[in-house]
């Protein structure tokens, strides 16, 4: 049971308690009897009345009770009169409950939580409200600028409680320097400018509110500097959009505000300038198509030079030959050197003539080709001629004594064989095989040849032999920069110097994967490597393969292995290795909702949330697979390149999940069962639609196999979990309860491709699970 909170009135209200009032004064409305005169007689006197109670405070927190009349005094002898009644106290006031849009709680009790409850229908946090186009550097002064927003969503969104906030990024760090609260309502569909009075073109339909305030450039088409727009939600202390503008491929540190981090990109980075240059000289930066969102900023941001504030956005087409190398589509390429441009008959490159390829386009390649006629189609001088590449000269050398290559065989005068006897060539060439002085001796085995050049590096003829001077066959010495042995190899580059102090070296220069999570393969590469006695992963044993001397290979991480920064260091004979950095992360599928609520005949909450263990990490090379039980085949492959939040979790799912996943994918994607999510040690590449488990269940990390009310699905258990006799087999069911819809799969604890770490609760997509297994 959720509780939500109430005013003390309204509780003790709904507990059937009267209010009483603590703060009205009582009210007297009468007067104390008096007392009355004595009988002659000597009867008693009769009491006098009591006084009228005192009216009851007012409603709010309930009022104090009136005071009750004083008695009357009795007459001599009488008894006295009875006091007044005290009156009721006011009824105390009421707390209309108000929905919090974005705290998993259903606070106004009203059976909807949060985005689902239609008093969130105007909240930007269940929208889709996104930064669309920026225009913040102009050819001179800058006089122009604007930011777009859109509502890309169904529903109009109160801009109430938002804000733009500018951010500087100079010296890698993330600093606010000016905020610009907003205010109105975008409907949907419609656009948002945010604009200096200078911009002219704004299209009528859109909503507007002046820039007052200078909008940074970021840097210079030379250096460029990253800074970065925010649209915050001051309410629910979250980040609706960022771009990261002129961003380098590390992008720039999450702002904070008041202990919250707010990332500025998603997915790769983008590097998106719309500086002006002479070759585009007005640009803006843009979403494209229009209102694209990817979860990749660098695919989904771009320049153009087409500016349309409070519109859709449009990218012009390249002019192929304009004269003035112009940039129209802002792509940074111009005229032929734009990939627009390569069917453009002016564009066309002419036929190159020796590499068996079309490049006019003409059907016809390098001799066959008209254009090649006497136009080099191959080395020593061969030509094309009569659509055939032949060599000028004839086929063989026609004189010995010219310097020249004429029949086109890379060999001269005498050191070809067609020279052999001739005149011209009775002096002994010692490195060719020829007898070119006739004498039935050749090369070494010619006295003509003794202590002449046989080969290179330094051989020369001695004693009938092609040898080395110095007679040796390994290098002598490793620093004194000659070639002992002649084998064209000095000091530290010859082999035989591998052990050699002045040039053994022992350390590690880079891993395949600087994120690596428990189970992980990870390929070491160094030098010193051979007969290594150990490798530790923050003091953790790692079992592995010496491949090489500059290779060593990790089949898995153990799973004991520390979290975070680690230190590896290879252990030899001759020494550790200086420690090398890598991340190790428990990389484990932490929640899945398949089955939820309809829109439009579709599963529109369906998510998947994947931890880490560790905060902001990056998952380049890993990917989550799904895997079809009809069939036992992967239906679809989605890459992990994307930064994990502070908590270290990632979100996948569609548009409609709360809050919006860093990677997204249509409705009714998520199948319901029996089917299975794995994590690969792999690119996505690896598994198009419909691959089989025989040739993609490898390098998996974890898995889950579930079902909603299903049979157990005995391949993707044996292929992504364990064989039959395993306890940690187990295929779980979303379905334990009637309202199926409404529940998720969520991890209970920790350990990777284990079945029995789940069960079922109300979903939590982006929450760390704070569930206890049974």
């Not at 007898?435 to 001695?462: K, R, Y």
């Not at 992963?537 to 500059?550: E, L, Q």
Request: net charge negative; hydrophobic share 35%; aromatic share 4%.
């Amino acid at each position: 049971m959720k509780l939500r909170s109430l005013g003390i009135a309204g509780l003790l209200s709904a507990l059937g308690m009267t209010v009483i009032g603590c703060g009205d004064e009582p009210t007297v409305q009468g007067t104390t009897g008096s007392s009355s005169s004595s009988s002659s007689s000597g009867e008693a006197g009769s009491g006098g009345n009591g006084g009228t109670a005192g009216a009851g405070g007012t409603a709010g927190a309930g009022g104090t009770a009136g005071a009750g009349g004083m008695a009357g005094a009795g007459g001599a002898g009488g008894m006295a009169g009875a006091g007044g009644m005290a009156g009721g106290g006011g009824s105390g006031g009421s707390m209309v409950p108000v929905e919090l849009c974005s705290n998993d709680l259903d606070d106004d009790g009203d059976g909807n939580v949060d985005c689902k409850d239609p008093k969130c229908a105007m909240q930007a946090i269940c929208g889709k409200l996104i930064i669309n186009e920026v225009d913040y550097d102009q050819t001179d002064v800058d006089t122009t600028e604007f930011i777009e927003l859109y509502n890309a969503g169904m529903t109009d969104i109160t801009l109430d409680g938002l804000e733009v906030v500018l951010i500087n990024g100079n010296g890698g760090t993330s600093v606010e320097y000016e905020t610009i609260p907003l205010s109105g309502t975008v409907t949907a569909g419609q656009y948002f400018v945010l604009a200096a009075a200078g911009v002219m073109n704004i299209d009528p339909g859109a909503a507007t509110q002046t820039l007052t305030v200078a909008v940074q450039n970021g840097g210079t088409p030379a250096t460029p500097s990253p800074d970065a727009i925010l649209l915050r939600d001051t309410v629910n202390s979250l980040g609706l959009d960022a771009i990261c503008y002129e961003c380098p491929p590390t992008g720039m540190p999450a702002y904070n505000f008041n202990g919250v981090d707010y990332p500025l990109y998603v997915g790769t980075p983008s590097s998106v300038t719309d500086a002006a240059t002479p070759a585009t000289p007005n640009r803006s930066i843009i979403r494209f198509p229009n209102g694209a969102y990817t979860g990749d900023d660098s695919i989904d941001w771009r320049a153009t030079t087409i500016l349309t504030p409070g519109a859709a956005n449009q990218v012009a087409t390249e002019v192929c030959v304009d004269g003035m190398m112009l940039d129209e589509d802002a792509d940074e390429l111009a005229d032929c050197a734009d990939p627009d441009c390569v069917a453009f008959p002016a564009c066309i490159p002419p036929e190159i003539c020796d590499n068996g390829m079309d490049e006019d386009f003409d059907m016809m390649a390098d001799c066959a080709d008209s254009d090649c006629d006497m136009q080099a189609c191959g080395p020593n001088g061969l030509v094309c001629s009569m659509n055939m590449c032949a060599c000028p000269g004839g086929a063989m050398e026609m004189a010995c004594d010219d310097m020249m290559d004429n029949d086109c065989d890379a060999l001269i005068d005498c050191n070809d064989p067609d020279c052999t006897g001739t005149p011209a060539c009775s002096v002994e060439i010692c490195d060719n095989g020829l007898d070119e002085d006739g004498d039935m001796m050749t090369d070494c085995a010619d006295s003509d040849c003794d202590m002449q050049a046989c080969g290179t590096n330094g051989l020369v003829c001695n004693m009938n032999m092609c040898a080395c001077p110095s007679g040796m066959t390994t290098e002598a010495m490793c620093n004194d920069m000659l070639d002992e042995d002649c084998d064209g190899m000095t000091d530290c580059m010859d082999s035989d110097c591998a052990l050699d102090p002045a040039c053994f070296k022992l350390e590690v220069t880079m891993v395949d994967y600087p994120v690596i999570a428990h189970g992980g393969a990870l390929v070491v590469t160094g030098s010193g490597f051979m007969g290594a006695t150990g490798v530790t992963i923050g003091g953790t044993n790692a079992m592995f393969t010496v491949d090489s001397d500059t290779q060593i290979t990790i089949a898995s991480v153990d799973d004991a292995t520390p979290l975070a920064m680690q230190d590896l260091v290879v252990m030899t004979p001759n020494g550790n290795t200086m420690p090398f950095g890598v991340t190790v992360v428990r990389l484990q599928i932490s929640e899945s909702d398949s089955d939820t609520e309809n829109v439009n005949n579709a599963d529109a909450f369906e998510f998947i949330e994947i931890s880490t263990g560790v905060p902001n990490v990056n998952l380049q090379g890993y990917t989550v697979v799904l895997w079809n039980g009809n069939g036992d085949v992967s239906y679809r492959a989605m890459h992990l390149n994307v930064n994990a939040d502070a908590n270290g979790l990632i979100l996948l799912g569609n548009t409609s999940v709360v809050p919006t996943p860093i990677i997204t994918f249509p409705n009714n994607t998520h199948q319901n069962g029996a089917d299975a999510i794995a994590i690969h040690q792999a690119d996505p590449t690896a598994y198009p639609a419909n691959t089989t488990l025989a040739n993609g269940a490898n390098r998996i990390i974890d898995a889950l196999v579930y079902d909603t009310a299903d049979a157990d699905d005995v391949g993707l258990l044996d292929a992504l979990l364990w064989p039959a006799g395993d306890p940690r087999r187990v295929q779980v069911d979303e379905t334990p309860h009637s309202a199926n819809m409404s529940r998720s799969i969520q991890r209970c604890n920790d350990g990777r491709r284990d079945g029995r770490l789940f069960v079922t609760e109300v979903p939590t997509p982006g929450v760390v699970n704070t569930v206890t297994c049974p």
